[in-house]
């Protein structure tokens, strides 16, 4: 602020100098012919105009404020001495370029302001009337003495009040200027500070307005685009530099009719529109819908200036929609479907032991004992069925604690080992880059996803066996560990993993399509990433991400960079 300042008064105040040294160049080189009594003085004052000159215009930065300062007082005093001499030798009391010394006064105020401009009225008017008494002294043969007032006490009144009205003159000129100097500096101050908030105020609604997440345009009374921001560019496809100031008709007439229409009736019938729904096109061709609200951008009187349409691309909003439509769907389906599961599977089980009573009980051969051996599997496989479905309903409330999930997957292997889809022929390693790795989540929930995905793997190996791998890393960050389970089994095909996690859906004789429901249903429920990596005949690998905590470690987390830890079973 006070750079700028100085720079306004530097636009005034060197040529105002430069102007009064052109005026005393005039007089004293063109008028009086450059007498020898004025060589000196004269030119140490115009040396003193170039120095000074020099110095404003190229000490910006006010490196040399003082010797600046120094400078400026040497020539006002320099400037005096010649208009002195000039008064001296062109009449004393009926010079006519006694007038010099305002020109001099009205400048100073630019630089000392209202004190400076009444010292500088002080000097000349002790000069003004040194040189007339010096003059009249002189012609008078009278003695000169300040001792001596007898000469100032028979001094005519004519001499006498021309003196004190040039006095007076000076220093009425010094206040009036000095006054204005100073109220001017005042109001350049505050009108500095008023600008800069307004600059500031500007900045910050434009940038405001510029990065909303919804899109905004500004359009005046005859359609014309004024203002258009970037969430705009990004859903429309236009760029701000392509359509400010164009007519808004014609700039969506081709790939949105229905927007340029919503905004010529906001500007012809100047009624705001809440909210509406409109679908656009975007230059892919794509059809995505909007949300549209107008505002009236009003002016003085209450008289319509325009319109603020704001819009924001509801595609995800839509999608979300149908997500939540389907969710509250599936829900209710899921709560009645567990209500008949529980509801069959009690009649179920007295089926089911009643048959095996039979089974027990009759002698029978034949076809009727293969039928009654199809009754027992197959009931105990609903009962399998129900059983898992119903475990899949209940995935709801976690209990988060501090699971150490090294010890998860050893107590999972040793469940493992022992489950009817394990083969002597599967070898099964777990490879940890830290004995005890804690993670959050619910134990038996962890537990469970772990079991899960190590049947779905020994089942994809099946008899002919294979390799199973449990990998503990850590993860891209301290508050992550990643764990990877890879079989080196047929994989999946893509087409297939599309569909692995749907309830129901499996590809094997005799799996009940839940497993990798449940894994799903788990992970959705503790908050966890987990992806599939697969590929017919390479093998199948899934990753998870688990939260954790370096505090929780051992000793801080300190050993984290130990090598790797191996359990085998």
């Excluded at 404003?56 to 001495?81: N, W």
């Excluded at 209202?114 to 009249?136: E, K, M, Q, R």
């Excluded at 099946?462 to 503990?472: C, P, Y």
């Amino acid at each position: 602020m006070e750079h700028t300042q100085r720079k306004e008064q530097l636009a005034w105040f060197i040529p105002l100098r430069l102007a009064t040294f052109v005026i005393l160049f005039a007089v004293v080189v063109l008028w009086m012919g450059n007498p020898k009594f004025l060589h000196l003085p004269f030119f140490s004052y115009a040396v003193f105009t170039l120095v000074f000159t020099l110095f404003l215009a190229f000490d910006k930065k006010q490196r040399y404020k003082q010797i600046t300062q120094l400078i400026v007082a040497l020539h006002f005093i320099f400037e005096l001495i010649t208009e002195t001499g000039i008064i001296y030798a062109t009449g004393q009391i009926n010079s006519p370029f006694s007038a010099l010394y305002l020109l001099t006064i009205v400048s100073s105020a630019m630089t000392y302001r209202l004190f400076g401009t009444l010292v500088l009225a002080t000097l000349s008017s002790a000069v003004y009337a040194a040189t007339i008494w010096l003059g009249i002294s002189q012609a008078g043969s009278a003695d000169f003495s300040i001792a001596s007032l007898q000469f100032i006490l028979k001094l005519p009144d004519r001499i006498f009040y021309s003196v004190f009205l040039h006095i007076l003159m000076f220093y009425l000129t010094a206040f009036m200027s000095g006054y204005l100097a100073e109220r001017l500096r005042k109001q350049g101050l505050q009108l500095a500070d008023t600008s800069q908030a307004l600059r500031r105020a500007k900045l910050e609604t434009d940038d405001i307005l510029l990065h909303l997440n919804s899109g905004l345009l500004t359009i005046d009374a005859e359609g014309h685009i004024v203002f258009f921001n970037r969430t705009a560019e990004r859903i429309l496809g236009y760029r701000e530099e392509e359509v400010k100031g164009r007519l808004c008709e014609k700039v969506f007439a081709d790939r949105m009719p229905n927007l340029a229409t919503c905004l010529m009736d906001g500007i012809r019938s100047r009624e705001a529109h809440i909210r509406r729904e409109i679908e656009i096109t975007t230059p892919t061709g794509a059809k995505i819908p909007i949300g549209l609200s107008i505002s009236i951008l009003t002016g003085e009187n209450y008289s319509a200036r325009g319109v603020i349409p704001i819009f924001s691309d509801l595609t995800e909003a839509k999608i979300l929609e149908v997500k939540m439509r389907t969710a509250d769907r599936l829900a209710a389906i899921g709560e009645l479907s567990a209500a008949i599961a529980h509801e069959i599977r009690n009649p179920l089980t007295a089926i089911s032991g009643s048959v095996e009573v039979l089974n027990k009980d009759l002698q029978l051969t034949g076809e009727n004992q293969r039928l009654m051996e199809l009754i027992v599997k197959e009931s105990h496989r609903l009962s399998k069925i129900l059983s898992e479905f119903l475990h899949y309903t209940k995935i709801d409330r976690p209990v988060y604690v501090n699971v150490d999930l090294c010890h998860a997957i050893s107590d999972t292997l040793q469940i493992l080992y022992h489950h009817e889809s394990f083969h002597p022929t599967v070898r099964v390693t777990f490879e940890s880059f830290n004995p005890v790795v804690y993670v959050v989540g619910d134990e038996d929930l962890v537990k469970q996803l772990l079991l899960n995905l190590a049947v779905n793997a020994c089942e994809a190996l099946g008899e002919k066996g294979g390799e199973i791998r449990f990998i503990l890393t850590p993860g891209s960050d301290e508050e992550h560990v990643t764990l990877m389970i890879e079989d080196n089994g047929p994989g999946i095909p893509e087409q297939v993993q599309k569909k692995i996690f749907q309830p129901f859906y499996s590809t094997k004789k005799l799996g009940t399509g839940l497993g990798l429901a449940i894994v799903h249903r788990i992970c959705t429920s503790l908050k966890l990433n987990i992806r599939v990596i697969s590929s017919p005949g390479a093998g199948t690998m899934f990753e998870i991400h688990f939260r954790t905590f370096a505090q929780d470690y051992p000793d801080g987390g300190a050993q984290q960079q130990d090598f790797p830890h191996s359990v085998h079973i």
